[in-house]
């Protein structure tokens, strides 16, 4: 079993900025990637990017030049740098990791964008 622990979510005005975290723990062997994903409400799950071991990073179209993913791989800890947010960033994130070929999801924590 993988456990996560997210924080970091809430509500931020537009143009704002925001620090998500999400650590994993338990059956935590050798983890290849790390990544947020978010689901606004009546939309689908969409990538907002992820982290390879290495520290190779690919995101979304649309957070590019605006979010940050950093890894720690010590600490099993994805990071993810939130700027010049947007009302359309509302959304539900949760953060995964993929080992050993298998998927694993974090709960999720909201951010809200709203004036």
């Known amino acids: 079993q993988v456990q996560f622990v997210e924080s970091g979510g809430g509500l931020v005005q537009p143009g704002g900025s925001l620090r998500l975290s999400c650590t994993a723990s338990?059956?935590?062997?050798?983890?290849?990637?790390m990544g947020w994903y978010r689901q606004a409400p009546g939309k689908q799950r969409e990538l907002v990017g992820h982290?390879?071991?290495?520290?190779?990073?690919n995101y979304g179209d649309s957070v590019k030049g605006r979010f940050t993913i950093s890894r720690d791989n010590a600490k099993n800890t994805v990071y993810l740098e939130m700027n010049n947010l947007k009302p359309e960033d509302t959304a539900v994130y949760s953060c995964?990791?993929?080992?050993?070929?298998?998927?694993?999801w974090g709960q999720g924590t909201q951010v809200t964008v709203s004036s």
């Open positions: 338990g059956s935590i062997f050798s983890i290849d990637f």
């Open positions: 995964n990791l993929v080992q050993r070929g298998l998927l694993y």
């Open positions: 982290i390879t071991k290495g520290g190779t990073t």
